[in-house]
């Protein structure tokens, strides 16, 4: 069973929606009279530390598992197929993206980039 992560608003720039040049992008609402920066009511939520994950989901791909970067073919033998799903680095080549995908589905490891 995967660990539950809960679901955080989407914290979006203060005043996002008026002008078109703005960003979505979070910055922390600086203004004096700031009414997102007071936390008033109506306004959109601001980040905070009691946003944060559990301590047991941090740092976890939506799936459930951790994880790990693969370059070459060494950095496949430690991976665990309960735990860790793979990722695979965007500068391999074919021939080795092939060798890793078939060592993969071998083994019974998660590849979240195929």
Known sequence: MKPAKRKLPEFRRQEWWRHRSLEHGWRKP?????????GKKGKPPVVKVGYRQPKVVRGLHPC?????LVRNLK????????????????????????????????????????
């Open 75 to 114: 950095d496949m033998e430690g991976v665990d197929p309960s735990k860790e799903a793979v990722r695979l680095s965007s500068s391999l080549g074919r021939k080795k993206r092939e060798q890793i995908l078939a060592l993969a589905k071998e083994r019974g490891i998660k590849v979240l980039n195929p």
């Open 30 to 38: 600086k203004g004096h009279d700031s009414k997102m920066r007071l």
């Open 64 to 68: 459930g598992l951790r994880e790990v």
